[in-house]
């Protein structure tokens, strides 16, 4: 199990039980150039293995259109699946748009329960 922490300016990461714990910072808006640096970032801290990722955006208040297609394809390089958690509307109406339109090219579902989420991962360990 590796409890090493990594922190950006946008986030927080770790691995825990085979899984990537990725917690966005709060009051976030993403671009491109951001979206760019979580990206590099992760895939460095994963030292090429890949992983199921559960992501945590209740601090996201929006991503912009180049940066959530920037993440559903270039975001999804060593990632397994992903269990987004969300809580406000908000989030997940930005989420479910994401999913619907930006069309990731892993699984991707959305949760506001995080066992829920860890169970949908869990298949992809």
């Known amino acids: 199990m590796n409890t090493e922490l990594f922190e950006n300016e946008y986030a927080k990461f ?3 039980d085979q899984i990537l714990f990725f917690e966005y910072k709060p009051d976030l808006v993403i671009d491109l150039a951001a ?16 992983y199921p990722i559960f992501c945590d955006i209740r601090g996201v208040i929006d ?3 180049a940066a959530r297609d ?3 394809q270039s975001g999804s390089v060593l990632t397994k699946a992903v269990g987004f958690l969300v809580h406000q509307k908000v989030s997940q109406a930005i989420t479910s748009f994401y999913v619907k339109i930006s069309k990731p090219t892993v699984p991707t579902q959305i949760f506001d329960d995080k066992a829920t989420a860890l ?7």
């Open 63 to 65: 991503f912009d259109k």
């Open 14 to 16: 770790w691995i825990s």
């Open 35 to 50: 979206a760019q640096k979580i990206v590099a970032d992760r895939i460095q801290f994963q030292n090429e293995v890949a």
């Open 70 to 72: 920037y993440l559903a």
């Open 119 to 125: 169970a949908f991962l869990s298949m992809y360990i």
